[in-house]
């Protein structure tokens, strides 16, 4: 073959806020299989928070991405090339290749999918990585009840919106938080929210005081910060906090934080950090209820897709800025 493939690298660590100046587009031949690998055309990267982690040299719970290597990222995409027994051409596949063209991966890294029931794009999101964290977060973690009240925060985003959607599912009253009045209006008539309180706007703690007359017993919280402190007041006895994710933090110098730790003892608080890849088992079980809500219109989806893998590094920055909606994706030409 004498195309090339086409990668994105890191090129230098970010100094404060991430820029397009830190990725490099590079051209380099395609890979070759060898003994047990395959060789996938990926069509479609995922964007996610947890990237911006990786651009920088300090511990976290994955080793960071090196300079001139390739950026992480999850891909969905087809065989060309299989030395592997359980893989032929043509199949449909979900591994982690970063941010390239084309990728090699050994057999047992990567996950056949059926793109016939749900489009190939959405083994990226709410029937992926994104979707398994609001299942297992929200399901295991939170154990969210019939009649019980759970607030999802970055609500239009992809694991919260798949976590506030099944939450309705479960028969919970659900109230989402989102920045911005637009995606709040998609957060309740799109995704079927109860109701969803802006955290951009003025006297946040009043505005989540009127939206939950009965408190919260699970939330399911994606950034930290002001908003996750202003929501611990409004606690029941028992409940349980998920902590997903705290995207305020992550340019931020010098974050907000949990002011106060005694209502969370007042009201025997039960709070979980989380990180999905430690709960494997509960893979195949989410994805197949994922799958089945997504096929049946149960759960929706909604995808922001930018073209071209040259643009995967704005698409990035606006995931990161707030100004995608849904599951940021990169459709690969
Ligand atoms: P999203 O699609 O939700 O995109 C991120 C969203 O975060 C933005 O759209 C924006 O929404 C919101 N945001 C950005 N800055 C701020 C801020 N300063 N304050 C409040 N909200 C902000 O991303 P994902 O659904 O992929 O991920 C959501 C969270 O879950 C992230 O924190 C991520 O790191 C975490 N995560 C954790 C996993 C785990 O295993 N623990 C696995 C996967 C994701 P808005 O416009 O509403 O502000």
Known sequence: MTELNRQITLLSRPAGRPCEANFRLVESPLPTPGQGQVLVRNHWLSLDPYMRGRMMDVRNYAPPVGIGEVMVGDTAGEVILSHHPDFRPGDRVVGALGWQRYGVAEGEALRKVDAERIPLSVHLGAAGMPGVTAYVGLTDLCAAKAGETVVVTAAAGAVGSVAG??????GCTVVGVAGGAAKCRHVVEALGFHDCVDYKAPELRRRLKAALPNGVDCLFD??????????????NPFSRVTLCGAISEVDNPSPHGVRRLLPLIVNRVRVQGFIVGDHRARWAAAIDELSGH???G?????????????????????LLAGRSLGKQLVRLE
């Open 165 to 170: 959607q099944l939450a309705r599912l479960r």
């Open 222 to 235: 994606n950034v930290g910060g002001e908003v996750l402190d202003a929501l611990l007041g409004r606690l």
């Open 294 to 296: 997504v096929a049946s």
């Open 298 to 318: 149960r759960i929706r989806c909604h995808e922001t897709v930018a073209e071209g893998l040259a643009a995967a590094p704005a698409a990035f920055l606006d």
